[in-house]
């Protein structure tokens, strides 16, 4: 039996939204001031707010400070979402939705903007300093290096990183940019990229096809970070603390699915640029995930896995990363691990990646939270698994810290559910039932249903033009197949006419900022602090850079709160030009809907 198209989308989407079935083709006419006010608001940023192009997260109205995921230099490139990155995919699906030319020029200047600041070896860092390198070390033995909390700005490896999707989501926007108008300086900028991506592939063992957290590997690379010689004298006995299995940036990482965003990136390549060698690489990665799933009765996954045998622990074992990510499973990758076996079924027909779902559910189903952990700690509500579980005890282990700053404080894990972490949540929200359900619809599928999502799929060798937009959904690996259903939000008149009547006359739209940050005053002081002022907020003393909600900052003096101070923001601009974009596709796009080649 052939499958529908809705049958299929229910089937080849990890995350079902409202789908627009006609266009409203007299919309324009109807509210002529929508596309005119997304002009506006796409030349400020560009002409105003952009440096060269690039972008960062936040910036108050008169550029006097501007943020990134830290406080960050006029001159940088932030590429984090939702950075240069998330403002180009937006600029382009604008393009896309109006056919005006204007988004397209800017799209392409934040495309090179990108091509700027990729690293030679072909991928690129979380941020990137126009001002150049020295101006960037500056930056890192400054900001990044007082940012208690942000362990991964302390140290500058001048290598690319495959963390939070910077990489990808900059690769996607080149080959988006490429695919447009064949631009060479893209081109050139895309092939760099997606040699680095293949180069980087782990080779050999039970590691083979996954991805490290950076590459090329860097020797000075830290391998611990500090105790502090005094401690407090409340500090628990038992506890566990540091990066426990060493320089975490070669483990093989599922954190935020690195390897789901390279899968997605080169099945796009494949599809698009008629690679069927890429075929190898993906198989290989779809692999590692699945050979990495830990024996029953705890059979889930961790942030990362050692690539190699080390410490006399084998090869594809659990490991630690920062001082807050101990060595231990983890609820929410197990989670988005399955849904990852679940893409790599419909992708390739292959049973084999439905066969230990049953454990991993099973397993999250034996350490859920608590009463009493919800009870005695805030922080849990809503949450229904801890983020960490022990190996072999299957207990929960939660992370704290103790001082003030980078200097004199530092983390440490146990079993004590109180006082956690506010900065990386201590319980995630996981929902077996889903995973279960899925599993259940997929492992039904008939021969016959199974052959037509292989046929569609974009590993069959069929050429499958990206999805038109990025912005308002971004897409999941199921929207690459053939005739996979396009997935814009629904958006009124009436919201998109707010939406554009809330720029007023500053052609952008200002919104509370989610964080501040403390000025770099000098390195952080090691005198002892045994309080727990610190203990559960985002930012430590007055030398810790690391951003927080002035509105409840810690209880301690000269902390009071405080107003969060307006500002514009690239996530704001993403989110409400995504809905301007799906309003405008409606009319511009009609009654097509779906990835069939055009």
Known sequence: MSLTRRSFGLLATAVPVAVLVGGHQTVQAAVPGIPAAMRRAAAFFDEQLSYRGAYVWSYLPDLSQTWGEMAANRTMCWVQPPGTPSIGHSLLDAYHATGDESFYRAASRTGLALAAAQLPVGGWNYVHDFAGTKSLRGWYDTVGANGWRLEEFQHYYGNATFDDAGTSSAAQLILRLYLERGDHRFGAALDRALRFVVRAQIRGGIADGGWPQRFPRFEGAVKDTPWPEVRPPWLPAGIRHGMEDGDYTGHVTFNDDVLGENIKFLLMCMSTLDKPGLAGPIRRAMDCLRRLQQPGPQAGWALQHLARASGGRPAGAPAGARSYEPRALATHTTQTNVQQLFHYFRLTGDRVFLDRVPEAIAWLDSCPLTARQHAENPLLAGRTHPTFVDL?????????????????????????????????????????????????????????????LKARSPLSGVAVPLPRYFTPREPQLGDLFLGAPSQLPVVSDAEAKALADGLGGNDYWLTPADAITNPYRGPSPATPYAGKAYMSKHVGDLYDTSPYDPLTPPEEPPYRPKERPPVISTGTYVANMGKLISWAAAGADGASRTNEPR
């Open 392 to 452: 072999e005890t299957n207990r929960a282990r939660f992370v704290h810290r103790f001082g003030s700053n980078v200097r004199n404080g530092a983390y440490y894990t146990d079993n004590d559910h109180r006082a956690t972490l506010s900065h990386y949540s201590g319980g995630r929200v996981i929902d077996t039932a889903a995973l279960r359900a899925t599993y259940e619809q997929l492992r039904a599928l008939t021969p016959a249903q199974v052959a037509d």
